[in-house]
Structures are given as C-alpha cells and as structure tokens.
C-alpha cells in the first residue's frame, strides 16, 4: 500500500531468520519455514551463529578496554543480549554506539531496546549498507560519534549478503570515510570447512530469494589487507581470542577447536587503520 513501508512480511528475512537460529521470537512463519530449511541443512548454524555473536562480544570488548569509546554496527540485526552497547559500556559506560540495518523490523526493536547508560549515547540508523556514505553523513551519526576521532567499526555476518564488486566498495569506502585508529571488525561466511553443508545453507537462502557469497580465506583476506590486522589474524569465528592474542590451546581443546571450524563456517578478522597511509 502506498505510503507504508515495506516490511518484506511476503518473503524470508536474513535479520529474522538469524533471530531465529539465536533462539529470538521476531519471525515470521516464512522465516521460521526458512530458518527450519536451513538447519535440516546445516545442523550446526545455531553454533555458527552463537560463535559469532561471541565473536563480536570479545571484539567490542577488547576494543573498549583498548580505549576506543565509539563504535558502529553496520547490519547489526534484531537486538540479543548482550548487544554491543550493552558490552562497551560494561567498560566504559560513556561509550557511544551507533546501530544501522536497512531491515524496519530491525528498527523497530532496535529504537525500542538499543538504549544505553545516561552517560553514554546510542542511535539506529536505518540504512543500506550499499552507500556507506549515506550512513557516515547521517545527522543521527554526526549527532552520536565523532569522526575525527577512532571507531571501532563491526560487520558481523552481513559481508557475505554482497557479491565481490559491492562487498569490497562498502569496505573500500569505509576505509577512506573512517579516521586512522578505527577498527574494522568482520565476521563472514566460509564453505573452507564444509564444502557441501553451506553449499546446502547458500540452495536454502537462494530459493527464498537471498543471495549469500560464501569466500575463502583469500577471499576474505582483502577486506582487511594493508590495515594493521590484529593477532592472530584471519581464523574461524570461535578462535579469535578475548586478547587478540593466539593462545596455544591445550590438546584436548585443539581438537575441539578444530571440529568447531567447520560448524562455525565463519572466518572472524580484525584490522586497524593505520595512522600515516591507508
Ligand atoms: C545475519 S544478520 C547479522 C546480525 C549481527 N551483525 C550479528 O552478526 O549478530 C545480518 C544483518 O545484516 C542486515 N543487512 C543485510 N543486508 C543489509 C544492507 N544492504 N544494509 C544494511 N543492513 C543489511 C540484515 O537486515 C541483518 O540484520
């Protein structure tokens, strides 16, 4: 109908489906039906998706207790706990977090549950990834962050709804828009450990009208080439440690790890814009 916003209730909805594997109520019976496809698909995407979140909890945190005091969630997704502000500002409760999906779902819940501490400050864009910057000029992230000043940037599973040539733009541009000293933080989807499962979870998205772009290490590996990237590099989601440090596991643990590698599917990388040349 003309004037109301498309909620796209007609079709499966990557934010809403997610939700799902998280154990969220916010679906649909389209994005339930999806959600089921995908897990008879991929019986281990709730562990994807639970080491993912993880992921960005240990990101945004060793990032705040680093000092960065403002951050950007670029396809941040219906509202889990604990959500990004929620996770900085545990460290600092000044920090500021800017949220930003193109999904009015998501913003529905996210302007009514993403509110932080008195002290610190967050708002929720919503917007399309595909211009960056329409984000990076919008008054509510004038209004909440300082530009002049490090972010720390997270893309956590949202690369990966892009192919090649917009994928590395989004990223290219943030790398230009963003002062030196930002974080970029991504997480992304990978058939490196199980060829056929996520080629199943790609046929499940596809037939519901979602393209995903699953990559390669090397394939990942640019988003973050020529940044500083932090130890111990480009690795499964679940390995990423807490310090940005790799920590030799103990053996038991090891093999653990490695199981876990291909029902994660998910590369995790952090890099840092450096302060001289990008
Ligand atoms: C799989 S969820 C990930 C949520 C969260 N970042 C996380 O990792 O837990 C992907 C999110 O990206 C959002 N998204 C997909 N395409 C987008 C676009 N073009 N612009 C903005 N957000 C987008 C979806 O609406 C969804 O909320």
Redesign the pocket.
Known sequence: MDGLPDLGLNRA???R??NYF?GGKDQYDLDKYAAEQVIAAFPHVRTA?RN??AF?VRYARYLALSGVDQFL??????P?EPNLHQTVQEVNPGARVVY????PI?GAHARALLVGTPQGRTAFIE????DPDSILTAPALADTLDLTRPVGV?????LH??GDERAYEIVAALRRRLPPGSYLGL?HATGDFDEAGTAAVVKVYRDHGIEVHLRTRDEVAPFVTGLELLNPGIVPAHRWPDNGEEQPPGEGVASLAAHLDAQVSLYAGVGRIPQVHR
């Open positions: 909805h990557t934010a489906v997610y998280l998706a993912n979140r960005l969630d670029l396809g941040c997704g219906i889990h930003v999906d193109n999904d998501v917007a399309d990834l595909t997270s893309l956590g599973a949202v709804f892009f997480s």
